[in-house]
């Protein structure tokens, strides 16, 4: 199971050079099982520190993760064989339509996350009894 994936991550306006710059991202599959409870499932977002390859300063941008995954960095260039089409077109679609369709993603993800919940509960209580240990 690859549970990585590299994503293009084009920045528009570099705040350093003012010009266009690709990055590449690197985001891994990001289990909730815990969290879920307490955090609300809204798009989550990371910080990233990129260099401009122009002026090689530093700048940070606010990324927003892909549906279940998280970013945790750069992508070392050679992990960029590891990237597909399929994961290019995904994220694109996601960054273009995640300001505007933010407010329904919010809507989705409460809807579904709350049967998640149940699941999910079932699930911790079935450990709780199995384990016979106190949940946190
Ligand atoms: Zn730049």
């Known amino acids: 199971m ?3 994936k590299i994503i293009d991550y084009p ?8 010009q266009t710059h690709d990055y590449k991202l ?7 099982i815990l969290s879920i409870a307490n955090t609300p499932q809204t798009p989550k977002t990371t910080e990233i520190t990129f260099t401009c390859p122009v002026n ?17 960095g750069i992508a070392d260039p050679k992990d960029e064989h590891t990237s ?3 994961v290019k077109s995904e994220f694109d679609d996601w960054v273009k339509n995640s ?8 809507k989705t993800m ?9 699941v999910y509960f079932s699930i911790m209580t079935y450990m ?9």
């Open 2 to 4: 690859n549970d990585e």
């Open 11 to 18: 920045v528009a306006k570099c705040p350093e050079c003012g």
């Open 26 to 32: 690197k985001a891994e599959l990001e289990i909730v």
């Open 56 to 72: 090689k300063k530093p700048f940070n941008e606010i990324v927003t993760n892909p549906p279940n995954y998280k970013i945790i």
């Open 84 to 86: 597909t089409d399929d």
């Open 99 to 106: 300001r505007s369709i933010g407010i329904d993603y919010c």
């Open 110 to 118: 409460l809807a579904s996350s709350s049967g998640a919940v149940a």
């Open 128 to 136: 709780m009894i199995a384990l016979r240990k106190p949940l946190g």
